[in-house]
């Protein structure tokens, strides 16, 4: 899979953009705060339908055409090719103006091959793997920084993800609401939420919630054992050897039944659930729903599921996030990135296309050599960079070079 063509109307500092880019490396330059960076953030975005650097779409509309207060649309649009066939994915953000004073709405429309869809049919038809220095809050930031991580890799890998955590979210939100108005009824809302056949209140948001978590859950199973297998090997080579990677997957539901009547395992115990299936992961949620029914309501929000679940890194039986150095946690994702990019290219049979920001400087001499090493069989790498010194002479003769001043990109 490569991108052909990128087109930007009104993103961010771009007023207009239109590039053809090549089926090989390319190395965009230029001084900070010229809009490199958002080049990369336009082609992630129509992949991932959000944006790396900001979770408020709002941000990425130009400022100048924002302020005006008129109808404003950002439009981001893909010519790209996959496998033998040519396909346009098109991203519209449309600001318009509400009759309030001042009052704006913003909606977001997206079309593939000319049809609108929604963006769980489209997600996934446009793959990116995109690294960025920041990206190190995967592992040093909190657990919603992980999740989002696992949701957005397999959102492009899984056709079916993106529509079914939707849906759980929405019954997530259901269902936090019927528990709230339960514990604010009080004590008499814990009998009437007891089962009583089709009387039971709270029934359908459990089977909803237990249908839906278990295939999120059994996904996440299998994406971070696959993930895993290709990024120690990678962490084995980059280590040369002295350290040993591995993720741990910690469901706040777990499926898997404690030892001894353990509530929980140490995050070094190695723990495989590859065994497990679809429909024991969904009886056990809902039982496990059952028994935290009366503190759930006593609390007033669901207690466990994929939206509280925990993703963790270790080398060595130590946990990177709380106790690894800078290097060692810039090693591990830069494994990890190396591994996402070979995960989604068994998945889908494409190549992603690889976003690389100013990741050269982060990386000492052997790990610039390493990273050109694995990337060397993709298709399309677009790396940006302030100081082309950082890769050897001899990469940069066979890299087409671009640079970037003013809002504009030019050869």
């Known amino acids: 899979m490569f991108l052909k063509h990128l087109s930007l109307t009104n993103f961010r500092s771009f007023t207009r953009l239109d590039m053809d880019l090549p089926k090989r490396v390319v190395l965009l330059t230029g001084a900070n705060a010229q809009g490199k960076t958002t080049v990369l953030e336009a082609i992630y975005f129509l992949a991932a ?5 900001t979770h408020a779409d709002r941000q990425i509309i130009n400022l100048d055409e924002a302020k005006k207060g008129s109808l404003t649309v950002t439009r981001l649009v893909a010519d790209y090719q996959r496998g033998r066939s040519k396909h346009r994915i098109e991203t519209r953000l449309i600001l318009e103006p509400t009759g309030v004073v001042n009052g704006q709405r913003l909606r977001k429309e997206v079309l593939l091959d000319g049809v609108k869809k929604s963006i769980n049919e489209v997600i996934g038809h446009f793959n990116a793997v995109v690294f960025v220095p920041q990206m190190s809050q995967i592992i040093e930031g909190a657990p919603e920084d992980r999740r989002r991580y696992m949701n957005l890799a397999l959102a492009q890998s899984t056709p079916a993800y993106a529509r079914v955590l939707s849906e759980y979210n929405q019954a997530l939100t259901q269902r936090n ?61 980059l280590t040369h050897g002295s350290e040993i990677l591995r993720l741990s997957y910690e469901p706040a539901y777990d499926p898997l039944p404690k030892p001894n009547g353990q509530l929980g395992l140490k995050i070094d115990t190695v723990v495989d659930r590859s065994g497990l299936d679809l429909k024991d992961i969904q009886t056990g ?5 059952r028994d935290l029914r009366n503190e759930e309501i006593a609390r007033g929000v669901t207690t466990i599921g994929p939206h509280r679940d925990e993703l963790r890194f270790l080398a060595n039986d130590i946990d990177l996030g709380n ?17 996402e990019v070979n995960w989604m290219k068994e998945r889908t049979g494409e ?21 050109l090493k694995y990337i060397g069989e993709t298709e399309q790498v677009l790396f940006t960079t302030t100081d082309l010194n950082l890769f050897e002479p001899d990469f940069v003769r066979k890299s087409e070079v671009w640079k970037a001043e003013g809002g504009r990109v030019e050869k």
């Open 351 to 371: 190549w992603p296309v690889i976003l690389l920001d100013e990741v050269m400087a982060e990386l000492d001499v052997q790990r610039r050599s390493d990273l």
């Open 285 to 289: 949620f809902r039982e496990r729903l």
């Open 49 to 53: 339908f959000t944006s790396f650097q």
């Open 177 to 237: 609401a019927l528990l709230k108005a339960l514990h604010e009824r009080g004590s008499a809302a814990l009998s009437a939420a007891q089962p009583k056949g089709n009387g039971d209140q709270l029934a359908v948001w459990d089977e909803a919630l237990t249908r839906l978590g278990a295939q999120i859950i059994l996904w996440r199973i299998e994406a971070v054992q696959q993930i895993e297998r290709l990024a120690s090997r990678v962490h084995h080579e």
């Open 323 to 339: 106790y690894g150095s800078r290097g060692q946690v810039r090693t591990a994702l830069l494994a990890l990135k190396l591994a």
